[in-house]
């Protein structure tokens, strides 16, 4: 199954950096040319689009919460609600 990425490009460029940071891919050596077993954030990355939905929802929940929290970016404005 292919999956399709329904975020931004800024949240593409995190996830791979994130990725990255946590894979705990094996390669046949250090040059990272061949891969002999693919971990478990890889997987998911190419093959689980309801793991990849829920990263990016989570992703702008937090952003939401760290706003009305006072931290990071303000929440969304809601013009016209109250
Ligand atoms: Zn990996």
Known sequence: MNVVWHG?????????????????CKWTDDTKTLRVWTCDVHTAFVKDQAWLDRLVHARRNAAILKGQEGEGEPPPSHAGSC
């Open 8 to 24: 931004t490009n800024e949240e593409a460029f995190d996830l791979i950096q994130a990725i990255e940071n946590n894979c705990d």
